[in-house]
């Protein structure tokens, strides 16, 4: 039987193209980073009053140096780029941040497109049962669940109180028949960190599975999917993770696999493939023999993805490994009590929950876009504007002054 590597990028190595190869992955390691912070020298100098990064963060030059040695092969075509390799890279970087084993994590186009298919291989909505989820979850997942709702799905809704979902209110809410919770780990709306550990040990004790939007928490916090027992967990890579859009991973348990509906039959999901169709092939009595991956691309792989992003997460994550999620959490600590005090100061109603550790401190502000937008715009400081609120999400180049500016800006109200 052939094997994918073969017939998808082994021609391309027998081809000759291995030196080439190995000098562009050698290439792509990013050098060590200094430990000290603010990072300011590895962005661009435009990232001063930059505030927004909880919305797209910055590229940093190292990444888009990345990204040109890929657009440099694919411009000349001389030679292959190492995908298979790139991606192996990517795939056990992305699963150190969170403490998973590299065969636990697919590929995928966005959080959103990682969420659905959960919900897919638990067979939502024909396998009926009951969802509980939160309003501080991502916001572009309200229609999913109303949706399911619509078409016989029993979801419960939690509200938050003080701008926290207490963990009192999912022991109330995870009863007998839930079969999934969904939950963003940290809120895009207003940076509330949930207590993951203590949700899923609620859940699995009543038979409930765990799936945690990550987006805001990869990157940011310590995450480690081993010791919270969670059992899904996905994100997209431009923001935290300082990628781009279009390529996104999603986690799921092992020991989970054979739970799991497979949903969709994809050429990627395969690890072997002969066909018995076409000139000289092999005669047989299928027009192919396939054999599925064991890992979760087996179950969970699309089609092709984005080589552009993944040059870039080759040197973002490395990056950011080498940095520390724990020492960048200590360091944006002080930068977060001093915008606080700044924001009271002024009179601002701040909703993220005191104590927060997370990169995203939002107020709410009746007419905030259309009250803010103008003197921001005038000192140069971009952040989150929605129409009732705002947002703040400093990053690893952040700078008290840039703190500073920001609050120097805002009107009193």
Known sequence: MGTLGMTRRGVLAAAGAMPIAAQA??????????????????????????????????VPLGARASVQRYLDQRTAMEGHYPTDEVEKRVKDNFARLINASAEEIAFVQSTTAGEQLVIEALDFPHGGGRIVTDTLHFFGSFYLYEELAKQGVDVAWLRPEGGRIPVDAYERAITPGTRLVALSLVSTYNGFEHDLKRVCEIAHARGALVYADIIHAAGTIPIDVRASGVDFAASASYKWLMGDFGLGF??????????????????????????????????????????????????????????????????????????????????????????????????????????????????????????????LKAAQVRITLSRNRFRVCPSVFTEAQDIDRLVAALPRV
């Not at 020991?255 to 039959?265: E, G, I, S, V, Y």
């Not at 109603?349 to 709410?364: D, H, K, N, Q």
């Open 25 to 58: 992955a050698v290439a792509a390691k990013a050098a060590p980073p200094s430990a000290t912070f603010p990072q300011r020298t590895a962005f661009a100098p435009s990232v001063a009053g930059y505030l927004d990064s909880g919305t797209m963060h910055p």
């Open 250 to 375: 999603l986690y799921a348990r092992a020991d989970l696999r054979d739970r799991l509906k497979r949903t969709h039959f994809g050429y990627y999901q395969l690890a072997g493939f002969a066909p018995h169709v076409y000139p000289f092939d092999p005669p047989g009595d299928t027009i192919a023999d396939t054999t599925p991956r064991t890992d979760m691309e087996g179950l969970f792989a699309g089609g092709t993805r984005s080589h552009a992003v993944l040059a870039q997460l080759d040197w973002s994550l490395d990056y950011i490994l080498g940095l520390g999620v724990d020492r960048m959490t200590a360091y944006r600590m002080p930068l977060l009590a001093r915008l606080r005090e700044g924001l009271a100061a002024k009179g601002y109603a701040i909703v993220t929950p005191e104590g927060s550790r997370t990169p995203l401190v939002t107020c709410a502000l009746e007419g905030a876009y259309a009250k803010l937008s103008d003197p």
